[in-house]
């Protein structure tokens, strides 16, 4: 939804019109607030997100667009648009946002048979029909065909971003510390997500840990854990902490925002995210453009960018290929941290700024209106 929001005020910018067709209950609060114009057409039935308004919806109003992109995979939303899209004969676009990634497969066996259910006369057919399958880096587009055997897109790989962080580097950095007393002084380590089970928090604790046990490891190293706690973990994650005898070194702020994510951006030397799955990481951009070297595992689908760019480190998501990035920046010249650290700034300025992903899509639009449509296939039934 970030990522939505942003391109679309960027867009809106340069002089595009963007609104935004929900499923979510008129009444909710973010639509009132929402920066740009939302059609909400729910309220939905079930965790599928049934919504019956839609697909006469989009019939009415969908050809008064240029371009309809579908975000996401799983609910409704895709097979109502494509069953109005279809008929209209429309082209239309998907972003998958990750949303295939093979983990999820392996992660949890049960939801992927179930998917497994509706996949073939559902999503498959929203994919093999639209005009493009957006993908945020080449490794996405690689691994969503590994998810099942039936599969057919016409795949883009198209950038993605996020806005420029604040300039005042200095004062969100103090005021952040002034909240957090403790740190003054110290050498931080930022994790900034949610902490839940794909992020690999335990391994970034286990890690932790083992750095700090090791001769001549430095006494001012300190650990932030932000982010909300989204699957109860964190009181498992702070008994393991106390097992390894590093509770006093790690610091829980819960969820940051606004200028207190900044801030800690800010007073961080480097951001570490070992995760299993990351499709794209806007936290990662975010730290990127904050001139913050970023120690990742080769999950994070920008890895590739980020070891081009010397932008920071990469290894396995495991405890060992985790440990080894920590030892790796920590043990690093001040040189060579201050060097990633320019070098994480000018990545984010090639790569990952919203006006790169607007103008990204903007070529997308302007190839489909220049390109004869793609042939749809015919109605089918659908039972």
Not at 1 to 8: D, F, I, K, T, Y
Not at 242 to 247: K, N, P, S
Not at 345 to 371: I, P, Q, Y
Request: glycine share 8%.
């Amino acid at each position: 939804m970030e990522g939505v929001r942003q391109r679309g005020l960027r867009l809106q910018e340069m002089g595009h019109s963007v609104e935004l067709v929900t499923l979510d209950d008129p009444a909710a609060p973010w639509v009132a607030a929402y920066p740009l114009k939302v059609h909400a057409l729910g309220p939905t039935r079930g965790t599928y997100r049934y919504c019956r308004q839609l697909t006469p919806w989009l019939l009415q109003h969908a050809s008064g667009y240029d371009l309809v992109v579908v975000n996401g995979l799983w609910q409704y939303h895709g097979l109502g648009a494509w069953r109005a899209l279809r008929q209209l004969q429309q082209p239309y676009v998907v972003f998958t946002h990750g949303m295939l990634d093979p983990w999820f497969k392996h992660t949890y066996p049960l939801k992927h048979l179930k998917k497994w259910l509706y996949w073939p006369w559902a999503e498959y057919r929203v994919l093999r029909d639209a005009a493009a399958v957006l993908f945020t880096s080449e490794d996405e587009r690689l691994l969503a065909r590994e998810s099942f055997w039936l599969y057919r897109a016409r795949e883009k790989v198209v950038a993605y971003g996020t806005s420029n962080p604040p300039d005042d580097r200095a004062g969100l950095s103090a005021r952040f510390l002034e909240q957090h007393p403790q740190l003054k002084g110290q050498r931080i380590l930022l994790f900034l997500s949610r902490i839940q089970e794909k992020k690999g928090c335990d391994l970034l604790i286990a890690a932790f840990a083992d750095h700090l046990a090791q001769p001549g490891a430095d006494s001012r190293l300190q650990l932030v854990m932000a982010g909300p706690d989204q699957s109860g973990w964190v009181a498992a994650l702070k008994a393991q902490a106390e097992r390894r005898g590093v509770a006093q070194r790690i610091h829980w702020p819960g969820m940051l925002q606004g200028d207190a994510k900044w801030g800690a951006f800010y007073a961080a030397e480097a951001f570490v995210l070992p995760s299993h799955q990351e499709n794209f990481g806007i936290a990662v951009a975010e730290a990127l453009g904050c001139g913050l070297p970023v120690l990742i595992s080769d999950k994070v689908n920008i890895w590739r960018e980020i070891e081009g760019d010397h932008a920071g480190f990469v290894a396995p998501d495991t405890l060992e290929g985790t440990r080894a990035t920590l030892d790796r920046w920590l043990n690093a010249s001040p040189g060579l941290r201050t060097h990633m650290a320019q070098q994480a700034r000018k990545s984010f300025e090639r790569r990952f700024t919203v006006d790169a992903m607007a103008h990204s899509l903007l070529e997308v639009a302007d190839r489909l209106s220049r390109a004869p449509a793609p042939k749809i296939s015919p109605a089918e039934s659908m039972g």
